[in-house]
Each structure stands twice: as C-alpha cells, then as structure tokens.
C-alpha cells in the first residue's frame, strides 16, 4: 500500500531522502549529485464529439473539442531528476533537488530547491510542489499516469483548438498542485501524524520563461498590484499507520491567498479573486487490496471571482505478483455566473511490472463533460463525450 499513499510525489519523496547510494555522503563533504528520473508514453485511439457548432462553419471559436483533431497518436513524458546531499558533522542534512523536463516545454526546470533535514523536521525553499501536495493521499490510480486525478497525460481534448471548453476541466483532488517560488516545513512524524506548511509571497516561479514567471535574478522585487496571487499560505497533514494488517492512510489540507494591491475582487474579470482550497482524502489497503478516495471544494477557482468548484473521485486496485489493475470514478462541478458546467469520467485498466521500473501499461477511460448553458455556441465546445483506449510503457532510472 505504501506505492500508493505515496502517489505522484514518490519519486520526489526518494530523490529528498537520498536515495540512491551515490547521493550518500560523508560527514562534512561537498555535495555530489546523483541522477535518476523516468520516462513514459502512449499510444491512444480516441473518440470525441467534433461538431462545427451553431455557426455551421468549420474552423471557428464555437467548434466541438474534437473538431479537426486526431483519433490516434502518440503522447510521452519524462523527468530526470538531479539530487545530492551530505550530513554535517552536527548531523544537520543538507541537500538539492533539481527535476528537468525531458521534453521541450514552458516549465523546462520543473524543480529546483535546498532543503534542510534534522532531527527537528524538514525545510525546503525554491521551486517546489507546496504541502498540500506532497503530503497527499487519496484515491489509487489504476492506470499510471493516465487517470483522472490531474492526470500526468490527458489523451482527448477538453478545449478546442480556439481554447475554449468546459469549465470543469479535469478533476483534482489534491490541495494547490502548483509549483511555485516557496519555503515549506515538515515535522517529524509522531505516532503517525505530520504536519506541513508552505508560504508562496507571489503566485509565480524563479526565471524568465514558464508558464508564470518570476523573472531573473536581477528582477529586483515583484509589483504587487498584478491579478495573479499573492501570500499564499498552505497547511496539511496527512496520518499513516497499520493495524492488524490493514493499512490506513488520511490526508487533509487548506490554502489561501490574497490579490494584489489595488486589486478589486471583480465578479467577470479573470485573476481579481482570492483563490482557497480545502481537501480531504484517504486509503485502506489489505492483503494487496487498495481502496480510496477524495474530496476537494475550490472557491475562486483559477482566480476567478465566484467560480466555485467541488471534486471528488473513489478508486479501487488490486495487486498480486507483477499485476496491478483497478477501476477509477471522478466527478466535478464548476459554477460561474450562472452558468454550470460538469465532468463525470471511469478509469478501468492496469499494468505489469515487467522488471524493476519498468512497467507495461494499458487503459480505457471515458470522459463526460457537459454545461447547463442555453447559449448554443457554450454548449457546442463544452460538452465532449470521449473514450479512450491507450497503450504503453513506463520506465524508472
């Protein structure tokens, strides 16, 4: 059960404690740095809805997500982390982590933090997930890196290709999934408790490119009266222990932020609102059984004043031997100025672990969004009935 309450930050988590035998360092030594990382990709076929809309002309802003897409291809992902440490003679830990998108993309540096680890606790400060996501817990994924809990890989379309589409996008049960400019403290665990914190002064990372940027390190300090997020402050804490053989894993966390100065919080206008969270999920795992879920209600979701969502989704996994399959369910609901837009979609599929780190994977989804809109244009690009049926392979270094 471990693999699974440890989720999309497992990797993370190994890279933070060192894990590989060349990142181990003597007392007092200079850092090294050790490499590992992963790769992954599909291949999918696909069906989506992929009308012209009310206009009856090709090529415009109210054509169906499926428009003039695809039904087949290719979709791949990769990370090589780059991590090292040493323990000084105090027996302080001091360490870097530095994660590379193995693909051109905005975020080329994913990551990249110090960290501090004592007897006290750990701190991290850079560009880092927050507490809210490294501490997670929630629902198993039977199909890695392609399930709908903020999937690493979405192989159908939820906006055309003018970006428009439903509001309820992809459901997320984890708390602030973004990486952002940080400092954050772990406790230590205590009869299996711990405890996060995270504090973000502007919703944005170090650098020049990306999808937000800070800018460089001769930018000076950032205005203030942007429409982007300010003083974001997070809490979690997740608890992890065994009884009897059963495994149980819980997890909730909270954040909140601010707008800029001289911002109004202005219903219809895009980045003036204060955006919070708060989540919950948890796990029981049994004799290879892993069963959970999770519930997350948003409220300036994105920014946006009075865009409210709720997200949740229950999954279930079995494993014995080299197999692991499993069954996913996830629901969301966004309202925004009357108008309500929803997401319903499955999840059934598994792998096969085919050696140490590598896996066969293969899955089928299916994804519903729809709108209780009357505009005929809002219902042609945001309602997408989709499947999907993909098949690949995942590779750990």
Not at 119 to 125: A, L, S
Not at 375 to 394: C, L
């Amino acid at each position: 059960m471990r693999k699974h309450l440890l989720g999309a930050t497992a990797l993370v988590a190994a890279a933070a404690l060192g894990a590989t035998a060349a990142e181990a360092q003597d007392g007092g030594k200079p850092i090294q740095l050790g490499m590992s990382g992963n790769m992954y990709g599909f291949f999918s076929v696909v069906s989506q809805d992929d009308g012209i809309g009310p206009d009856n002309v090709s090529g415009t802003a109210d054509d169906a997500p499926g428009h003039d897409r695809r039904n087949n291809g290719f979709s791949r992902r990769g990370r090589i982390h780059f991590t090292g440490k040493t323990t000084l003679d105090n027996g302080l830990q001091v360490g870097v982590q530095v994660r590379l998108n193995a693909l051109d993309c905005r975020d080329q540096i994913d990551q990249s933090y110090i960290w501090f680890s004592s007897q006290f606790g750990k701190v991290e400060f850079g560009k880092a997930n927050g507490a809210g996501d490294e501490m997670f817990i929630g629902a198993p994924n039977p199909v890695p890196h392609l399930g709908l809990n903020t999937p690493d890989i979405l192989v159908v379309n939820q906006t055309n290709s003018f970006g428009n589409g439903n509001l309820a996008a992809t459901p997320a049960t984890i708390v602030y999934t973004s990486k952002r400019e940080r400092l954050n403290y772990f406790t230590p665990r205590f009869f299996g408790i711990q405890l996060g914190v995270s504090y973000t002064p502007v919703n944005c990372s170090q650098g020049n490119g990306g999808s937000r940027p800070c800018g460089g390190s001769y930018a000076g300090q950032l205005q203030d009266n942007l429409a982007r997020g300010y003083d974001i402050i997070e809490t979690a804490a997740n608890y992890e222990n065994s009884f009897g053989g059963v495994d149980v894993g819980l997890y909730a966390a909270y954040f909140t932020s601010s707008n800029g100065n001289g911002i109004t919080r202005t219903v219809g206008v895009g980045g003036t609102g204060e955006e919070s969270q708060w989540g919950v999920g948890g796990q029981l795992g049994y004799q290879g059984i892993a069963f959970g879920g999770g519930y997350r209600r948003s409220f300036d979701d994105g920014y946006n004043p009075d865009q409210d969502s709720w997200d949740w989704n229950v999954g279930l996994t079995y494993t014995t031997g080299p197999w692991e399959g499993g069954v996913m369910y996830a629901n969301k609901k966004t309202k925004y100025i009357g108008q309500e837009d929803t997401f319903d979609g499955v999840s059934v599929g598994g792998s096969y672990l085919l050696g140490p780190g590598i896996s066969l994977i293969a899955g089928v989804q299916y994804y519903d969004w729809e709108t209780n809109s009357t505009n005929a244009a809002i219902q042609s690009y945001s309602t997408n009935k989709a499947w999907s049926a993909s098949i690949g392979t995942s590779v750990d270094f």
